[in-house]
């Protein structure tokens, strides 16, 4: 069964949409957005020493509701802290990025299922594959906003958790007798790349549409010459294209007997026999004499 399945599916993707690879894309774009969590860390020197807090850690991680992440930093007065949250709401970017994701990838493997087990389904009266075009439509456009907007609200997660944009927030930084710096910077690398996957889930989902599109017969529907599955075009006529029509089996391509003498003798227009009168006399030797 498997060895059956398998070659069925290689005789299917050769002439349909590949959807292999929008299925593994998908996986890499929602797995390295939804599942980042990312750090970074500070330190506030006060000018006495022992008030100071060389270590203040800020966790965030998906889906980026930096307004409600919050850390306690030093006042540098008398070894009281206070309770600081960070600036943003980017979930919403991200949520959508990620839903597409997933999303798109539950019809790449729906769509690869309908290829490999009723494909002779899909293709009746082409009904499925028009469907199929418009669906990779939407999802093609979805990628383009998604990919976009999450680029964007990537940009405005960098610049809230940036560091040294966040020092700006301690009290006791402003204090020029106070030291405050970065230790540790959060590691973004891992959304970057869900950017990435995401316009290449966009470049793939526009090919598909190519593919898809030349199973729709919208083509041969524009040429004039798209013909419904389920109509049965007539037997052509062997006789009428082979130029005999509905011509006497004792005609004079088959040799045999002529019943009309109309022509004098089988004589053809150039004054010549037939081939027909030759193997006639070859044939019958007293029908010559007959018609003399």
């Given amino acids: 069964i498997d060895i059956v399945l398998s070659v069925r599916c290689q005789m299917v993707t050769a002439s349909l949409p590949p959807s292999l690879l929008p299925q593994i894309f998908a996986i890499f774009a929602f797995s390295t957005c939804g599942s980042y969590s990312g750090m970074f860390k500070m330190s506030v020197e006060c000018k006495n020493r022992t008030e100071s807090d060389l270590s203040i850690e800020v966790k965030f991680e998906y ?3 930096l307004h409600q992440v919050y850390f306690d930093a030093t006042t540098c007065k008398g070894g009281s802290a206070e309770r600081l949250f960070l600036v943003g709401d980017y979930s ?5 990025f990620v ?3 997933v999303f798109s990838f539950l019809y790449s493997m729906a769509a690869l299922a309908v290829y490999c087990f009723i494909l002779e389904k899909y ?3 082409c009904k499925g594959a028009q469907i199929d ?4 439509a939407v999802f093609a456009f979805m990628w383009l906003v998604s990919s976009c907007a999450w680029a964007k609200g990537l940009s405005d997660v960098k610049t809230a958790t940036d560091p040294e944009r966040v020092i700006t927030l301690i009290s006791a930084c402003d204090k020029p007798e106070n030291s405050c710096r970065e230790v540790h910077d959060p590691k973004v690398s891992g959304l970057n790349t869900s950017v990435a996957f995401g316009f290449i889930n966009l470049i793939l989902w526009i090919g598909n549409l190519w593919f898809v599109f030349k199973e ?3 083509i041969s529907a524009l040429s004039g010459t798209y013909v419904p599955s389920q109509e049965k075009q007539p037997a052509p006529d062997s006789f009428a294209q082979g130029g005999y029509a509905q011509q006497d089996p004792y005609a004079g391509s088959q ?3 002529q019943p009309e003498y109309g022509q004098q003798g089988g004589y053809n227009e150039e004054g010549g026999y037939s081939q027909g009168y030759e193997q006639q006399q070859q044939q019958q030797p007293t029908s010559f004499s007959n018609q003399m």
Wanted: hydrophobic letters at 40%.
């Fill in 255 to 257: 040799g045999g007997y």
């Fill in 133 to 136: 075009f418009i669906v990779s």
């Fill in 92 to 96: 919403s970017s991200a949520e959508f």
């Fill in 63 to 65: 889906p980026f509701r």
């Fill in 123 to 125: 293709r009746e009266n």
């Fill in 99 to 101: 839903t597409i994701a």
């Fill in 216 to 218: 729709t017969g919208w």
